[in-house]
């Protein structure tokens, strides 16, 4: 069974920082693609900042400078730090897993983590 197990939310002030972990596990994590996706109220689910199996990372433009996703295959765990908040960065964070192979397609999605800037 397939388990994402995310940590580091909380509330900060504005410019300050955060580092969100995602540890998984039941699942080969070497071979997955990993993302953040945020979520506020009322709004869908957005994605953040991936990370494929080779480590080629993608952004949302309104993250790019102040966010970096990295990931340790050793310890199953992909990370993000965040770096200069906003308020607006407020949301609750998910951390998604996906791997392609042939027709096949999975996806798992963590629980998600509270992130709370204050101005």
């Known amino acids: 069974q397939v388990q994402l197990v995310e940590s580091g939310g909380g509330l900060v002030h504005a410019l300050g920082s955060l580092r969100l972990s995602c540890a998984a596990s039941?699942?080969?994590?070497?071979?997955?693609?990993a993302g953040w996706y945020l979520q506020v109220p009322g709004k869908q689910r957005e994605l953040v900042a991936s990370?494929?199996?080779?480590?080629?990372?993608n952004y949302a433009d309104s993250v790019k400078g102040r966010f970096t996703i990295s990931r340790y295959n050793a310890k199953n765990t992909v990370y993000l730090q965040m770096n200069i908040l906003k308020p607006e960065d407020t949301a609750v964070y998910y951390c998604?897993?996906?791997?392609?192979?042939?027709?096949?397609?999975?996806?798992?999605w963590g629980q998600g983590t509270q992130v709370t800037v204050s101005s």
């Open positions: 039941g699942i080969i994590f070497s071979i997955t693609r």
């Open positions: 990370i494929t199996a080779g480590g080629v990372t």
């Open positions: 998604k897993l996906d791997y392609a192979s042939g027709k096949s397609y999975e996806e798992y």
